[in-house]
């Protein structure tokens, strides 16, 4: 009869501490470790405000954010040797603005492009390079609660989709023909938790917008295709306060911006607070608008002038009714 024990020269099985492997432990004590170690090195950057112990605590800290802020927009801020560059969401819009604001000065900024290619990286990685689309619906193709007359197409060859994000190519260096896809990214990515944002990054987001446009945003009547004089003397090729930092703005950038300055526009407008950061978007807005004039851009004309006039439609006391609710002066009485 056959021992049917272990042999003693087989190897013994893992041990099991609390349900988890002792690789699995292992990992997580060395990212334990590493975030401990990033948090005493920001603490001996930021001495004007007090390092919460965790991460999770860290990122929902404000105090911390502002300080932060403060000490990127110093002028040596980004370059190799500086220690700060944090890729915080809260700070990508800022990160952004001010790597943008400085390409035409060819400072170093190697700490920033390491923040956004790290950021590229990430979505590349977790999308595998594909693009992000969605089918639009098609009025010429049969609905499928109502009989057809017709043939019926083959939607597989019909199909309308929008591309909301192209293909992801992975990217070593920030060159000057990627660097719009690649702070692109960034802004996707913060548009992607814009509902958790701050006041204070959504403001920084829109003051950088009127920047890059380099455009005078004020415009008579709100209405989107009237320009003062003033403003069609900048856009013929005048220059004003605000062209300093003008950058060139392809659709890369144009799409994930408007999104951004969509929601700020219209999903800000009940409290004060939110009234502020939708006041700020419009004036981004109609400082963009003015900037795809001058550009010969339809594409962008048609974005934010379209953006621009949903915000007034928004704004017209005309168009606040709850179409839900069931008018009085229809009611009969028996």
Same mark, same amino acid.
């Given at each position: ?8 020269d ?5 041990s !099991? ?12 004590? %060395?990212?334990?470790?590493k ?14 405000a ?10 929902? $800290? ?5 300080a !932060?802020s ?7 801020s980004g370059?190799? %040797? ?9 700070l990508?819009?800022? !990160?952004?603005?001010?790597y943008l ?6 400072q ?9 290619l790290a950021?590229?990286a ?7 390079g594909?693009?992000?689309?969605v089918?639009?619906? %098609? ?36 060159r000057?023909t ?7 990214v ?11 944002m701050?006041r204070?990054?959504k ?14 945003g004020?415009?008579?009547e ?11 003397s900048v ?14 703005l ?19 407008m ?18 963009l ?8 851009n339809?594409?962008?004309i ?5 953006l ?13 009714? $709850?179409?839900t609710?069931?008018?009085?002066d229809?009611?009969?009485s028996?």
């Open positions: 009869m056959s021992d049917s024990s272990p042999s003693h087989s190897p013994p099985p893992p !099991i501490t609390g349900g988890v492997s002792e690789p699995t432990v292992a990992n997580e004590s %060395d990212t334990n470790a975030c401990q170690t990033a948090l005493q090195s920001l603490s001996s950057i930021v001495t004007t007090t390092i919460p112990p965790t991460i999770s605590l860290l990122l929902e $800290d404000n105090a911390v954010s502002a !932060i403060s000490l990127l927009q110093l002028p040596d370059a190799g %040797d500086n220690n700060l560059c944090p890729p915080r969401p809260p990508r819009p800022l !990160i952004a603005g001010l604001s400085r390409v035409p000065l060819r170093p900024q190697a700490g920033f492009e390491a923040v956004l950021l590229y990430h979505e590349t990685t977790s999308r595998a594909q693009a992000i689309t089918n639009i619906p %098609d009025l010429s193709h049969p609905s499928i609660y109502h009989e057809s007359k017709g043939p019926a197409k083959n939607n597989s060859t019909c199909l309308n989709i929008a591309v909301i994000s192209s293909t992801l190519d992975p990217h070593g260096t920030v000057s990627r660097r719009a896809r690649i702070v692109g960034a802004l996707e990515l913060y548009y992607g938790k814009i509902s958790m701050p204070e990054s403001l920084n987001f829109c003051e950088s917008c009127e920047k890059w446009a380099g455009q005078n004020e415009r008579e709100q209405k989107p295709r009237a320009l003062i004089p003033e403003e069609e856009a013929v090729g005048g220059r004003s306060e605000k062209d300093t930092g003008r950058i060139p392809p659709w890369e950038l144009v799409q994930p911006i408007l999104r951004i300055l969509g929601h700020c526009c219209l999903m800000g009940k409290g004060e607070e939110d009234r502020e950061v939708s006041d700020a978007a419009s004036k981004a807005c109609q400082s608008y003015l900037r795809s004039l001058h550009d010969i339809p594409k962008a048609l974005a934010t002038g379209s621009l006039r949903l915000r007034e439609m928004a704004l017209d006391p005309k168009n606040q009714i $709850d179409h609710e069931i008018s009085s229809n009611v009969l028996v």
